[in-house]
């Protein structure tokens, strides 16, 4: 078990929902052995603390015929009223889905969803066009395939029968109608909102809205409900790894895959197209935490692994927003 600093009651809150966002306050006091009230009360202090920073509904736009592409760049000559701009900038832009505050080679990094080359590239040069001087050094991350995985760190059992999210492959062409598209979009940046409260707002039954979210899950478009849990401010760092690697064949991509997902330090993994070829984000307690896993990564795949750099992620998840399509019409809603 990592030092953290947390008690054991807030671990297995933290853990019940990172499983699943939309659980109720009801469902997880009952899991870790609190009344309702407690456990809204220890949510709403987390929250407070920063721990938790939001809840996202995790959705495979990949289903609607998008791929994601990751850009990450240095900042040169640039002060902080440039970088507010900057960042107030790439939030503005539809189709931009997260942005990441990081150290080391890079200073930022962000996610452009796009249906082709083409439209990537409209948009990628709208933002060089823009901040060409204090963005530098840029490279393009093709997303392949991603897969989100539980914080498994908090407790000493976590549940084995969890199956990672999956986003990627293959763009496929999953229509969506004029109210699904809307329920993600609400859901995508607010997972825990009511069928109540999203009744109200969308002006339909809530009947038919949960008819519509089962189904939106049952196409796999709805991957999972996420909560942005902030590791850093319970004691903790986080550092995405950049692979380089050679000689790679299905087999062994998928025992590489199997391992990211039996160690529960590592929380994401991203197979990528471009300088490198997977991304991997890990939460240590320090350095020697990581060089030590590093090793243990470079020891049972020394065959494929080329080269491995590292980054502090600051803030791994400035924006999340996996739906943003409809980001300019949205009105956010807190939870209640």
Do not use: C
Not at 20 to 26: G, H, I, P, S
Not at 167 to 196: H, T, V, Y
Not at 325 to 331: D, G, I, N, Q
């Amino acid at each position: 078990m990592l030092n953290m600093e947390l008690d054991i009651k807030d671990r297995k809150i933290l853990a019940e929902i990172d499983l699943n966002a939309r659980e109720t306050f009801q469902q997880i006091g009952k899991k870790v052995g609190l009344s309702k009230e407690t456990t809204i009360n220890r949510v709403k202090n987390l929250e407070k603390r920063g721990i938790i920073k939001r809840y996202t509904t995790l959705v495979n736009f990949a289903k609607l015929g998008y791929t994601g592409y990751a850009v990450y760049a240095r900042y040169e000559n640039i002060n902080e009223k440039l970088k507010d701009n900057l960042i107030r900038y790439l939030k503005g832009i539809p189709e931009v889905y997260w942005i990441a505050l990081v150290g080391g080679r890079f200073d930022i990094a962000f996610g452009i969803m796009a249906k082709s080359v083409f439209e990537f590239n409209r948009l990628y040069y709208g933002v060089l066009t823009k901040y060409r001087d204090p963005l530098v050094d840029h490279k393009i991350a093709i997303r392949a395939e991603l897969r989100q995985h539980k914080k498994d760190y908090l407790i000493d059992n976590p549940p084995s029968t969890f199956h990672p999210p999956f986003f990627g492959k293959e763009p496929e062409i999953e229509e969506l109608d004029e109210l699904d598209s809307k329920i993600l979009s609400m859901l995508s940046n607010n997972a825990r909102i009511s069928i109540i409260d999203l009744s109200s707002i969308l002006k339909t039954p809530p009947s038919t809205l949960s008819l519509r979210i089962k189904n939106l899950e049952k196409r796999k478009i709805i991957q999972g409900y996420y909560t942005y849990i902030r590791s850093q401010k319970y004691g903790l760092e986080s550092y995405r790894l950049l692979l380089k690697l050679t000689n790679m064949d299905e087999r062994t991509r998928n025992k590489l895959f199997e391992y990211i997902n039996s160690n529960p330090r590592m929380i994401l993994a991203i197979e990528t197209v471009g300088e490198w070829n997977f991304e991997l984000t890990m939460e240590v307690e320090n350095q020697e935490q990581l060089q030590k896993e590093i090793n243990k990564l470079r020891d049972n795949f020394q065959k494929i692994i080329n080269e491995v750099e590292f980054l502090i992620m600051f803030e791994d998840d400035l924006v999340y927003d996996p739906y943003p399509l409809r980001k300019k019409e949205r009105k956010i809603y807190k939870v209640k």
